[in-house]
């Protein structure tokens, strides 16, 4: 039995809505793609959004970072705010505010409309990504809830490397406007397909702030969340600025970046299914390979990327390590935290956020300090401390003792069968 389904068969969950099952799931993969697609869009299209508004492109960069910190806050708020409410309405009006968000986006005549809109979009993205994680335990028998949620996750994989490709694609055949326009229909017909095929998921108890807050004193939770940010701060300082590094450093034409993009898009697809396979098995070794892999890939760009062979052949490297990030830190926090799906979610997205914001955020101070060569050097170390983080840190497997008020004291690895509150 692998360390997902273990934590999963704890749980003590009544299936619901089992009826619809893997056609719920697959609606729910469809939300967390089309809320992350929505948030990294513009990574693809700074160049010609600033050139549109006026701005730099460190200043265009500010409608990733905004969005990351206002999704990193709305993940843990809107799960605690929404209390008992069905899941489901709430699912559908977030996902209608999205595609509202994407339209304004599209129609944002100068910079700051464009950051109001974004701002709008962390909202729904920080609140679907938080609430979709923990679901997939009342869509489908016991037996199938780890791959159920591998499924819902790589919505976020897939979106991480094809949502920017896609987007640049789209920017460069009808203008960087017609990609949000075609993320905001999508996000409506998200909307509709989680309407019709989820089934009614009344909550099961309210997240309370005292649970959220408990599972900081987990030091295996800590670690996980430590290299959530390194790993995540480390791939977007670098990645934020790819379009740019594809042109000067590599010496890419316009015509060959969406390309590059889209090679870098499949390969990090087949990254997020095998590093999936090896978390569902050993998360710590999963990320121990995936940590590494990508500190050197983004670190050897300026030196082995000065060409365009060179460049492509990392993008691949960088694309299978960056694939399995979501999923595979996603495994250990569900190992470690199996009884409080949705506070361990909302505390995953909030970090995980807050670290894309920081890391666009340091990464356009590196470009405009240092250059992009600086910027490539900063995303390796990052990514080389989150290495350090997880073979020092505490993993699944240890335990942990949680003291204070409402703790329960001792909370268990994968072999535990008591109960954690949350």
Do not use: K
Not at 170 to 181: D, I, M, N, Y
Not at 397 to 412: C, D, F, K, L, M
């Amino acid at each position: 039995m692998t360390t997902i389904e273990q934590a999963a068969g704890r749980g003590g969950e009544l299936v619901r809505g089992a009826g619809r099952g893997w056609p719920a799931v697959v609606a729910l993969a469809a939300a967390t793609f089309t809320v992350v697609t929505s948030e990294m869009l513009p990574v693809g299209l700074l160049t010609p959004i600033g050139s549109a508004l006026g701005v730099t492109d460190g200043t265009a960069g500010l409608t990733l970072t905004v969005t990351g910190v206002v999704a990193a806050l709305a993940a843990p708020a809107l799960t605690l705010a929404v209390g008992r409410a069905d899941r489901r309405v709430v699912l559908c009006a977030l996902m209608a505010m999205l595609a509202a968000a994407n339209l304004l986006a599209a129609y944002a005549p100068v910079f700051g409309v464009l950051l109001a809109a974004r701002v709008l979009v962390g909202l729904g993205m920080g609140g679907v990504w938080a609430l979709a994680a923990g679901l997939a335990v009342r869509l489908v028998a016991r037996r199938s809830v780890g791959a159920a949620t591998s499924l819902i996750f790589s919505g976020v994989a897939v979106a991480s490397v094809l949502g920017v490709p896609a987007g640049t694609l789209t920017g460069e055949l009808g203008g960087w406007r017609a990609a949000f326009v075609v993320v905001g229909v999508l996000s409506a017909l998200v909307a509709v397909a989680l309407a019709v095929l989820l089934p009614p998921l009344p909550a099961e108890g309210a997240v309370r702030l005292g649970g959220v807050l408990r599972l900081f004193r987990d030091a295996r939770v800590r670690t996980g969340l430590v290299v959530v940010a390194l790993l995540v701060a480390g791939h977007f300082a670098a990645y934020t600025y790819v379009r740019p590094v594809l042109e000067e450093v590599s010496g890419a034409g316009p015509e060959l970046i969406s390309t590059l993009l889209l090679v870098y898009g499949v390969a990090g697809v087949a990254g997020n299914f095998l590093g999936g396979a090896g978390a569902g098995r050993s998360p710590r070794g999963t990320l121990l390979v995936l940590s590494g892999v990508l500190a050197g890939a983004v670190s050897l760009v300026p030196v082995v990327g000065a060409g365009v062979p060179g460049a492509a052949a990392l993008l691949v490297v960088w694309g299978l390590a960056y694939g399995g990030v979501s999923v595979s830190t996603q495994s250990w926090l569900m190992a470690v935290a199996p009884e409080a799906r949705e506070a361990a979610s909302a505390l995953f997205v909030g970090v995980f956020n807050a670290a894309i914001a920081l890391g666009a955020f340091g990464g356009g101070r590196a470009v405009d300090g240092w250059g992009l060569v600086g910027v490539l050097w900063l995303g390796g170390a990052l990514a080389a401390g989150a290495l350090v983080a997880v073979g020092a840190g505490r993993g699944p497997g240890a335990t942990s003792r949680v003291r204070g008020p409402g703790a329960t004291g001792r909370i268990r690895g994968p072999e535990a069968t008591g109960r954690a509150r949350d």
